[in-house]
């Protein structure tokens, strides 16, 4: 009896050892191909990837999480004003998900302000809708962790172009562009490792090139 338990004991840890090892590939190789795609076309199989993971290890964030990161950039990508909407509802499923599983909220905010941006950026005239909700929610990304580069970027974001919009000083702005890079400095290598969010280079430098202007 004893050694047939040994057995059950050994093929258990070692179905656990086999599911954490393809769990990890999928999320690497989806990843990899995420950092490498620069057009909707190339982002849509990948969200697709994610939502496979994700309904496999459906007690992670991390998959929803990818999942909406990819289609929010299919939206900021896309030309189409019915298909942007489109990808930014699928979005916020996946973001409406990760909030009901345990993870990193000022993660969650800076995405979905990241996704409240894209929105009002669609149509300007959603801005008295979404503008105060939007300004509200990455304030309190940044308050929840001033280290998250992401919370750090949309913060940014959100007060140059409120800054530009009121023909103000845009200096504290950016400053918070040249911060997001410094927190990226420091994050990035530790984030990929461990498969949470390192995006936001790319925004944070056409930010300071913005400023430059």
Same mark, same amino acid.
């Given at each position: 009896?004893?050694?047939?338990?040994?057995?059950?004991?050994?093929?258990?840890?070692?179905?656990?050892?086999?599911?954490?090892?393809?769990?990890?590939?999928?999320?690497?190789?989806?990843?990899?191909?995420?950092?490498?795609?620069?057009?909707?076309? %190339?982002?849509?199989?990948?969200?697709?990837?994610?939502?496979?993971?994700?309904?496999?290890?459906?007690?992670?964030?991390?998959?929803?999480?990818?999942?909406?990161?990819?289609?929010?950039?299919?939206?900021?990508?896309?030309?189409?004003?019915?298909?942007?909407?489109?990808?930014?509802?699928?979005?916020?499923?996946?973001?409406?998900?990760?909030?009901?599983?345990?993870?990193?909220?000022?993660?969650?905010?800076?995405?979905?302000?990241?996704?409240?941006?894209?929105?009002?950026?669609?149509?300007?005239?959603?801005?008295?809708?979404?503008?105060?909700?939007?300004?509200?929610?990455?304030?309190?990304?940044?308050?929840?962790?001033?280290?998250?580069?992401?919370?750090?970027?949309?913060?940014?974001?959100?007060?140059?172009?409120?800054?530009?919009?009121?023909? %103000?000083?845009?200096?504290?702005?950016?400053?918070?562009?040249?911060?997001?890079?410094?927190?990226?400095?420091?994050?990035?290598?530790?984030?990929?490792?461990?498969?949470?969010?390192?995006?936001?280079?790319?925004?944070?430098?056409?930010?300071?090139?913005?400023?430059?202007?």
């Amino acid at each position: 009896m004893k050694t047939y338990l040994s057995i059950l004991l050994i093929l258990f840890a070692s179905s656990i050892a086999s599911a954490k090892d393809n769990y990890e590939k999928a999320m690497q190789d989806a990843l990899d191909k995420l950092e490498a795609a620069y057009t909707v076309d %190339q982002l849509q199989p990948v969200a697709n990837q994610f939502d496979r993971i994700a309904d496999v290890k459906n007690d992670d964030w991390l998959p929803q999480y990818h999942a909406a990161y990819a289609r929010v950039m299919m939206a900021a990508m896309e030309a189409d004003i019915d298909n942007k909407d489109a990808f930014l509802d699928a979005a916020q499923l996946h973001l409406d998900a990760v909030e009901k599983l345990e993870h990193d909220a000022s993660e969650r905010l800076a995405l979905q302000g990241f996704l409240h941006m894209i929105r009002m950026s669609i149509d300007p005239g959603r801005g008295m809708e979404l503008g105060m909700v939007c300004g509200s929610i990455i304030q309190q990304a940044y308050d929840l962790n001033n280290q998250n580069p992401r919370a750090v970027l949309m913060l940014g974001q959100f007060q140059f172009g409120s800054a530009q919009y009121m023909g %103000q000083d845009t200096s504290e702005a950016c400053g918070l562009f040249d911060e997001t890079l410094r927190l990226l400095d420091q994050s990035e290598h530790q984030a990929r490792a461990n498969f949470s969010p390192s995006w936001g280079r790319s925004i944070a430098e056409q930010g300071k090139q913005q400023c430059a202007k």
